[in-house]
């Protein structure tokens, strides 16, 4: 099939119901004897199953969703030396990641994480750091100042 072979909407007809035994879809519409299905307005609630113990109060509840998780803004390592805005010896707060576009809100907290090599020696503000991109940054001359 090719986009020249494909037939628009507009052209193709419709199936008319209710129009005589002789259509095809004469008397009930193709609808059946009786219930709500075959009456007009019948709305079905998602998930119904026909009066049946439906699917997801049969399966069991599990697990458990902490109301107090702490959502992170990660900073690799790598994007620090990727980024040509950071230079050697610049001090960076949340106010100036934002800027750089490392992250997208100041109000919520940020962790640096040790994914990639860093050369460049920075003092960064954050949150929260993992070991290896503690360790990462002093061993590149910089400084991690945890916030909080």
């Given at each position: ?24 879809k004469?008397k ?20 119904y ?8 109060r ?7 969703t902490?109301?107090?998780?702490e959502?992170?803004q ?31 809100k100041?109000?919520k907290?940020v ?7 860093l ?7 954050v ?22």
């Open positions: 099939m090719q986009l020249h072979e494909l037939v628009t909407s507009k052209t193709a007809t419709r199936k008319r119901v209710g129009r005589g035994p002789g259509s095809g004469g009930n519409c193709g609808r059946g004897q009786n219930g709500a299905k075959s009456r007009s307005g019948y709305k079905q609630k998602r998930g199953e026909g009066g049946q113990n439906p699917l997801n049969r399966l069991p509840k599990f697990g458990f902490s109301p107090n998780k959502i992170f990660l900073i690799n390592l790598q994007n620090l030396e990727d980024s040509p805005a950071v230079e050697t010896g610049s001090h960076l707060d949340k106010s100036k990641l934002k800027a750089l576009g490392l992250i997208k100041e109000d907290p962790k640096l994480l040790g994914k990639g090599k050369s460049k020696k920075i003092k960064i503000e949150d929260t750091a993992s070991a290896n991109a503690a360790e990462a940054v002093k061993k590149a001359g910089g400084e991690v100042i945890k916030i909080a």
